[in-house]
């Protein structure tokens, strides 16, 4: 969607190296969401957030953290990147907890 | 058990048929379902949403919905190169008031 953003949109990276991923919404969207998407698993929610500064753990949140500080940023860090965090990572925006738009991803590759 | 199930495919229909994308749920509270189509390589685009039982038709869309049985499925008319893609099945529920999703089923459309 044309209103999302997600810098970078490709990284590679070493273990060990702290990553930060970076969700950028012009959509004044109170909802974000950070998922990863692998083979198999299909998309899994990693954290939301339901307004600035409120956040929660989504089903697979060990080893990430989130902040939003204003409303048009949702960062995503991996403290210390593991191999196993190696996916794609998509980013979505909802007016409401029903709707989810998604950015277009972040190819993260740890080494 | 998986929240969301689908089959995984891949799913191959002629050009000018109808496909019929299946999914199934285990959260009885599930409020909203969603279908979106992933094209390789692309983030997810919703293509349509249900809320209630019943039939509920978007162009060549039909989204089916039987919460007593669980069931939610997409039909796709008059099936097009174009519509070859990943369909992902989706249900927010109040369990947690997150989305779950289904690893996707793969459609190709035949010329």
């Known amino acids: 969607d044309a209103g999302i953003t997600q810098s970078p949109r490709h990284k590679v990276t070493e273990t060990g190296t702290p990553v930060t991923l970076r969700c950028h919404q012009t959509e004044n969207h109170r909802y974000m969401y950070w998922y990863r998407q692998d083979p198999g698993h299909g998309l899994r929610l990693i954290h939301y957030s339901y307004g600035v500064k409120d956040t929660d753990k989504g089903e697979v949140s060990d080893g990430y953290s989130v902040s939003r500080s204003k409303t048009e940023d949702f960062l995503l860090t991996l403290e210390s990147a593991t191999s196993s965090q190696t996916s794609v990572y998509f980013c979505a925006t909802g007016a409401s907890q029903e709707t989810q738009y998604f950015g277009p991803g972040t190819r993260l590759l740890v080494l | 058990q998986k929240e969301v199930e689908q089959n995984s495919g891949p799913l191959s229909v002629p050009e000018g048929a109808i496909a019929s994308l299946n999914c199934t749920y285990s959260d009885r509270v599930s409020q909203s379902f969603f279908w979106y189509r992933q094209y390789s390589g692309k983030s997810p685009e919703l293509i349509m949403s249900?809320?209630?039982?019943g039939d509920k038709e978007d162009g060549r869309f039909t989204a089916q919905l039987n919460k007593a049985s669980q069931y939610v499925s997409l039909l796709i008319r008059d099936s097009q190169p174009s519509d070859s893609a990943t369909y992902l099945c989706a249900v927010f529920t109040n369990t947690g008031n997150q989305f779950y999703f289904g690893t996707g089923t793969s459609l190709t459309v035949i010329p």
């Open positions: 249900i809320y209630s039982n």
